[in-house]
């Protein structure tokens, strides 16, 4: 399988050709996550990469439990992330998870976009058995996800800021102008 970033990368490119337009509308986050999903998920089959979902605002884990995060201060935190790729627990820890993306407007408070990234952060960390248990092959709070990104829309600016964490690290930064080549 290809890395989960590059198969982001180019579901991306192809919601901006497509669909990039409807950022500069001021759509909500929901809508979307939801047609990059689409993107995401259409990669995944052109790729022949099977038994992964990209799922908006899942949160559910192993039989229905809420999904939850160990945060920087070490406390147990409810998640809903926007938009991840994942098996739905089909398959074992590490193969389970591999993309979360958290996506916020410019135009929002700094705090929302702090709290994204702690989130991302928390989820790209690696599961360390004495601090997050394991249940069926799988660790009690969610994390091991092979690439978290979080994704700024700068409408007015017609760029979208990319940060992309592995294993609880920032590991690079890119800005995109949006392009919309196609319809």
């Not at 790729?47 to 939850?68: F, L, P, S």
């Amino acid at each position: 399988m290809r890395r989960p970033e590059l198969m982001f990368d180019d579901a991306l490119r192809t919601f901006l050709e497509r669909d990039g337009q409807s950022l500069l509308t001021g759509v909500s986050e929901r809508n979307t996550c939801a047609r990059l999903a689409y993107f995401i998920q259409r990669q995944l089959e052109q790729e022949g990469v099977t038994g992964y979902y990209a799922d908006v605002e899942y949160n559910r884990k192993q039989r229905g439990k809420v999904k939850t995060i160990i945060n920087n201060e070490f406390q147990v935190v409810a998640i809903t992330a926007d938009l991840i790729v994942h098996s739905r627990g089909e398959r074992p820890a590490p193969y389970d998870n591999l993309i979360a993306v958290e996506a916020k407007k410019a135009s929002r408070p700094a705090k929302e976009k702090a709290d994204d990234i702690d989130r991302l952060i928390a989820m790209t960390r690696k599961p360390l058995e004495d601090v997050w248990g394991w249940e069926d092959g799988h660790p009690e709070h969610v994390c091991g996800y092979a690439v978290g990104i979080f994704m700024e829309i700068f409408r007015e600016e017609q760029k979208v800021l990319l940060e992309y964490f592995k294993r609880g690290l920032k590991t690079k930064e890119r800005l995109l102008t949006m392009n919309f080549g196609r319809t």
